[in-house]
């Protein structure tokens, strides 16, 4: 069994900083390639980074690149995925959920068997 579990919402003001962590415990966690995604309210979960298995590739969205940091801490039961956000805009606002699956590297949320409960980022302009 799989457990993720989201930490470091929050409110900030616009162009301010905030980290999130996520603690991925399971078995075999180093074969697992792990993401964070976002919500809005009234929008679809949206892609945001994402961290391969091997902790070097890494992929981001967009609307994030330059601004966000997506990075990985391997240990042999726990995976610690940490997501720095810097230059924060209103438009950031959102849950972030972080999600891990075995399966080859998607943007698609689809392709994600784990997630987390998902945690409140709120930017202020």
């Known amino acids: 069994q799989v457990q993720v579990v989201e930490s470091g919402g929050g409110l900030v003001q616009a162009g301010g900083s905030l980290r999130l962590s996520c603690a991925v415990s399971?078995?075999?966690?180093?074969?697992?390639?792990t993401a964070w995604f976002r919500q809005a309210p009234g929008m679809e979960r949206e892609f945001v980074a994402a961290?391969?298995?091997?902790?070097?590739?890494?992929?981001?969205t967009d609307s994030v690149k330059g601004r966000f940091t997506i990075s990985r801490d391997n240990a042999k039961n726990t995976v610690t995925v940490y997501l720095q956000m810097n230059s924060l805009r209103p438009q950031d606002t959102a849950v972030y959920y972080c999600?891990?699956?075995?399966?080859?590297?998607?943007?698609?949320?689809?392709?994600?068997?784990?997630w987390g409960q998902g945690t409140q980022v709120t930017v202020s302009s």
């Open positions: 399971g078995r075999t966690l180093s074969a697992y390639n």
């Open positions: 961290i391969l298995w091997n902790g070097i590739s890494t992929y981001y």
């Open positions: 999600a891990a699956d075995r399966r080859s590297f998607s943007r698609a949320k689809g392709a994600y068997e784990y």
